[in-house]
């Protein structure tokens, strides 16, 4: 089927295709944003917890189908938390496909379901975009675009998706905070136990003392975090991730 929004997308030419805001680094001086991908997961509670004793509001860039699905009950209620508890919600797909090797269409579905999901269950829509690996395109942005999100990156990564010990991602949160940036816009993932339970605490420490202050992503940026927001919906059958 043709639809609506190929139809848009194929009416756009290069020449007058929009392009997404990209951010990989925060605006403000002196704020460090704390973000964590991959979620919701088994370690959040635990992340929020830590949070509010040292009084942090964090960024979760959240996909639909990755660790856990979305709708599962856990999931849910993680979410749900995580909202009220004033912490900023971000999209970072459905199933934290590589984007820059999708088609348009593709692209779009990534990006539409994980953000009718965050509409359903706490009812925003959010205006950022994590794009899985931080991997990009024009035709990403294009989309973006379309759909009225910025695509975040980072300018700093803990290292512990790609290897990195605990020791040696509390050491490089160390040295970043000994470098002393004018800001700092973080990748972390709340899917590993050392990573919530070693290395932000750590960082926390590190980063505190070099004077910076804790802020949310959109915070750092000084743009918006929600396109739209509204009263969440009631659980129904379609709650599913297929």
């Given amino acids: 089927m043709f639809t609506l929004f190929a139809l848009s997308l194929f009416l756009l030419t290069p020449a007058t295709a929009q392009l997404a805001n990209v951010y990989s680094s925060c605006s403000r001086p002196n704020v460090v944003a704390l973000a964590f991908d991959d979620g919701p997961y088994i370690y959040q509670s635990q992340l929020m917890q830590m949070f509010k004793d040292a009084g942090i509001k964090g960024t979760f860039f959240f996909n639909g189908q990755n660790y856990r ?3 599962d009950d856990a999931s849910v209620s ?15 797909t459905w199933r934290h496909a590589d984007l820059a090797t999708l088609t348009s269409n593709q692209i779009n579905d990534e990006m539409a379901r994980v953000e009718l999901a965050l509409k359903r269950i ?5 205006a950022l975009m994590r794009p899985p690996y931080g991997n990009y395109n024009d035709l990403v942005r294009k989309v973006s675009a ?32 000994n470098r002393r940036p004018s800001s700092v816009l973080t990748l972390n993932h709340e899917t590993y136990a050392t990573t919530v339970g070693a290395v932000i605490p750590a960082a926390i420490n590190s980063l505190r003392n070099a004077g910076y202050h804790f802020v949310t992503v959109s915070e750092c940026l000084g743009i918006p975090a929600y396109q ?10 379609d709650w599913v991730c297929k």
């Fill in 122 to 126: 706490i009812g925003v829509t959010p």
């Fill in 69 to 71: 699905c979305i709708y």
């Fill in 78 to 92: 993680s979410v749900k938390a995580a909202y009220a508890a004033g912490h900023e919600i971000g999209s970072h």
């Fill in 146 to 177: 379309m759909r009225n999100q910025s695509l975040i990156t980072w300018d700093f990564d803990s290292g512990d998706s790609i290897g990195s010990t605990a020791q040696q991602s509390i050491a490089a949160y160390g040295a970043l905070a």
């Fill in 228 to 237: 739209s927001i509204s009263e969440p919906q009631s659980r129904t059958a």
